[in-house]
DNA sequence: CTGATATGTAAGCACTTACTTACATTAGCA
DNA sequence: TGCTAATGTAAGTAAGTGCTTACATATCAG
């Protein structure tokens, strides 16, 4: 009948939106097939079991971060500029990736290694990505000496469980005014501890 | 037989530690029967259906925040030793409690109602707790003009994402040490964007 | 001793789950 | 046209699952 990969890509995003709205074991096979519009047995027959339905599922959204790309284009602005727009930029990949994200928190109890996997590839590599924007910017003086990778990994972690919140436990929209309000917020906050000019003592 | 409430309490620790093992669905009546020693007949007979023993385990071990308690031995300190002690209490809470806190996080986006009570109930409570006292040293004079809700919301949730990225994403032991230097690394980079005196533009 | 209360054992029910088998259909390619 | 690959329908299996029923036992207060 239809494109082979195409029906593979219907299943896997219906598991990915299935297993984030009711967990690995509440997501059964036969709803997913019936999401994809698709028969059950093609679903074993592509996949062969649930759980290898479940890993697939991680590798594929497995969303790389695009941070890295934004760094060049922000090296020029002021600090607090360039803050402000990786923050924005790393709400709006979690925003993008909700299921994801809400598959992971989820599941790393019941299945850490799977999630530890996907997570690594992910925020962690985020967190690197901003570590190296700090270090040049220490370099250049303009921070003072405080440890930089606990620094990153505060900065995206405040950010984090702010999307975690308000998107997942309170299940309400986090806004553009308001991502931007908290970003502002936290930059601000985050830079007078870090900047080198207010160290002083 | 036993004394009737030994045993509801003996059913409600072993509900806590299965289902923060295994998620909801995951932990069966007969396991929870069998590890709490006793027959599945009586989890029913005491708790009518599997939802109940969920909603009981929320209320029964909701961790009242301590913290309130501690704000008084703490507000004579000088603000750097007052944060850290109040840092590593929340970071202890959460050890203790870390059943809890992971059945929070695996059923938070299947069971939202029910979770964000008991949320309320602690997490939050805590923001008030330091929020009040952040509050206090502004009046002082102490704090810069920072909003400080989102100031006291930041600071516990960067310790709550250490506490769950170590503890259950890598099921890792936090040590004492750990603890310590991440919340001392912490008070830094939070009082030096907090402080008055260190303002200046 | 009596009766109530708390528990246990055993069997099972109605239902769901992941997964399988056997057979039919459709589409595209040679 | 006929072959192959991808899918479908239908029926079913074995193993759970939450929960119930019927009946027995043990403890203890009166």
Redesign the interface.
Same mark, same amino acid.
Request: aromatic share 8%; glycine share 10%.
């Given at each position: 009948m239809a494109d082979p990969l195409e029906t593979r890509d219907r299943i896997l995003e219906a598991t990915l939106e299935l297993i984030? =709205?009711?967990?690995y074991? #509440?997501a059964t096979t036969r709803e997913i097939a019936h999401q994809a519009g698709v028969s059950e047995l093609t679903i074993f027959r592509k996949f062969g079991k649930k759980e290898r339905l479940f890993e697939e599922v991680l590798k594929t959204y497995t969303f790389l971060p695009r941070l890295k790309d934004l760094i060049p284009a922000v090296e020029n602005l002021p600090v607090q500029e360039a803050l402000e727009t990786i923050g924005i930029r790393f709400l709006r990949t979690l925003k993008e990736r909700k299921c994801f994200v809400?598959i992971m928190?989820? =599941?790393?109890?019941?299945y850490?290694e799977k999630?530890?996997k996907a997570?690594s590839q992910t925020i962690e590599e985020m967190v690197q990505t901003l570590r190296g924007y700090l270090i040049r910017l220490q370099a250049a003086g303009q921070l003072r000496d405080?440890?930089l990778d606990?620094?990153a990994v505060?900065f995206l972690?405040?950010l984090?469980?702010?999307f975690m919140?308000a998107e997942?436990?309170?299940?309400r929209d986090l806004s553009p005014a308001e991502m931007e309000s908290?970003v502002s917020?936290?930059v #601000?906050?985050?830079?007078? #501890?870090?900047l080198a000019e =207010?160290?002083? #003592?």
């Open positions: 984030s =709205e009711k967990g074991l #509440g809400r928190l989820s =599941e790393m109890n019941t850490p999630v530890r997570y405080v440890p606990t620094a505060f972690r405040i984090f469980t702010t919140n997942i436990l309170n299940q908290t917020q936290l #601000g906050i985050f830079l007078h #501890g870090v =207010e160290t002083a #003592g």
